[in-house]
């Protein structure tokens, strides 16, 4: 079975700075999805970037960044430039990509709140 | 475009109640995911329904069930509540077989089991 593992269950940075969430996996498959998810108090996941396994560029949404490392089986975020907005849990989640009824279970870290110092 | 809804937004239950919670997709979207997130843990998921099928089932017991309607939209059933029970519930929804799309999600319902 997969497993989501995120170590950091609080980070805090200043406004404007960078800072790295860590995510590590724990599959057998070779062929699926890697996801950030940001949930705010407003409890809506939000999808923040997403990587497919197949490919070895790592994937960059404006300020959020990934740094997939499929050998280690990581997958960190970056944010950079951070804002007072991106205050919030930020999650790590897997779906494996062989099989259409299997397309989105979702398998999810712990979480790591993100807190913005102003 | 109103996105995933979901309803109650809250709800009080004593134990050994039995809830309904609801959720309406994603416009275009025909199936539908249950996760059940505890207080400071990840999601966990529950089961999917496509074609008003259960087509997934997560590890939760037979107290937990669902339906899906014909214009998609699904219910989630929990019977004899337990106070472990308490969470926030997240609807999801998704295009069947579309892999390269994402699921979008509700603002959930936020159940408390007394």
């Known amino acids: 079975a997969q497993t989501v593992t995120q170590s950091q269950p609080e980070m805090s940075v200043q406004e404007a700075e960078t800072v790295t969430l860590s995510c590590t996996y724990d599959?057998?498959?070779?062929?699926?999805?890697l996801f950030w998810y940001k949930q705010p108090p407003s409890r809506q996941m939000i999808l923040v970037i997403r990587?497919?396994?197949?490919k070895q560029q790592n994937a960059t949404e404006n300020r959020f960044s990934v740094n997939f490392q499929k050998a280690a089986k990581s997958f960190s975020l970056k944010i950079s430039d951070s804002q007072l907005g991106d205050a919030a849990m930020y999650f790590c989640a897997y779906r494996s990509a062989g099989r259409m009824d299997s397309n989105y279970q979702l398998i999810w870290g712990a979480g790591t709140k993100l807190i913005i110092k102003p | 475009d109103a996105g995933v809804t979901q309803s109650p937004t809250h709800l009080i239950k004593t134990r050994g109640q039995q809830v309904t919670l609801r959720c309406s997709p994603k416009s275009g979207h025909d199936t539908v995911s249950w996760y059940q997130q505890a207080l400071g843990q990840g999601p966990q998921f529950i089961f999917q329904y496509y074609e008003e099928e259960e087509r997934q089932r997560g590890n939760f017991p037979d107290r937990f069930s669902g339906h899906q309607f014909p214009n998609y939209s699904s219910e989630l059933n929990v019977n004899a509540l337990l106070l472990g029970d308490s969470a926030l519930y997240l609807c999801?929804?998704?295009?069947?077989?579309?892999?390269?799309?994402?699921?979008?999600f509700g603002q959930g319902t936020r159940l408390t089991v007394v």
């Open positions: 990587q497919e396994a197949y």
């Open positions: 599959t057998s498959e070779s062929d699926y999805y």
């Open positions: 999801a929804s998704s295009p069947f077989g579309r892999v390269n799309t994402e699921a979008f």
